[in-house]
Each structure stands twice: as structure tokens, then as C-alpha cells.
């Protein structure tokens, strides 16, 4: 089985900057891409930016230019900085990670929330 732990999700003003961080562990067989989705309240989730095994990325339109994903291969890590943070921002965000077998694990959640 394959667990994620999410972490770095907080309070911050609008115009303010996160970066969250998910390590990956267990039965990893050739991963598949690894990313951040994030649900807002009261709506569906939603993908923020992925991160594939060869290098691509791939970014929600609301988050270009602001949100970086990246991720470390040897430590199956992978990070998204946010910046110029908008209180439209506020979600609970979800790292995601999707294997050879194309099964898809979720982590539990950390909540951004961004003030006006």
C-alpha cells in the first residue's frame, strides 16, 4: 500500500505565499505522476498542477504564473509553491499519486486558507 502525508497548509493573507510538501511512502512501483488537487467549500475537487515521471507538468489555468510544482525523485517528494496567494485560493488540497497500474492514492488533506 502507498501513503502520502501532506504538510504546509495554514492561514495567510491574500498577496502571501505557501509551499506545501507531500512524501510519498510504501509499495511504489514506477510512479506515474505525482500532484496537488484541491477542493474548495462546497464545491468538487479539482486539479492545481501534476507532476509526470518525465519531467512534464501540467497547471490548472487559475494557477499559472503562481503555483510551481516540483518534486524530488530519490525522496518520492513532491512540493507546490503558491504564491501571490488569492482568498479564492482557500481549499483543503489533496496530493495525489498515480502508479504503473494507473491506481490512484490520495493523501488526507491540509487546509490553505487565504484572507482578504
Known amino acids: 500500500q502507498v501513503q502520502l502525508v501532506e504538510s504546509g497548509g495554514a492561514l495567510v493573507q491574500a498577496g502571501g505565499s505557501l509551499r506545501l510538501s507531500c512524501a510519498a511512502s510504501?509499495?511504489?512501483?514506477?510512479?506515474?505522476?505525482m500532484g496537488w488537487y484541491r477542493q474548495p467549500p462546497g464545491k468538487q475537487r479539482e486539479l492545481v498542477a501534476i507532476?509526470?515521471?518525465?519531467?512534464?507538468?501540467n497547471y490548472a489555468d487559475s494557477v499559472k504564473g503562481r503555483f510551481t510544482i516540483s518534486r524530488d525523485n530519490v525522496k518520492t517528494t513532491v512540493y507546490l509553491q503558491m504564491d501571490s496567494l488569492k482568498p479564492e485560493d482557500t481549499a483543503a488540497y489533496y496530493c495525489?499519486?498515480?502508479?504503473?497500474?494507473?491506481?490512484?492514492?490520495w493523501g488526507q488533506g491540509t487546509q490553505v486558507t487565504v484572507s482578504s
Open positions: 495525489t499519486l498515480r502508479d504503473y497500474w494507473e491506481r490512484d492514492f
Open positions: 510504501g509499495n511504489i512501483f514506477r510512479l506515474r505522476h
Open positions: 507532476a509526470t515521471s518525465d519531467g512534464s507538468t
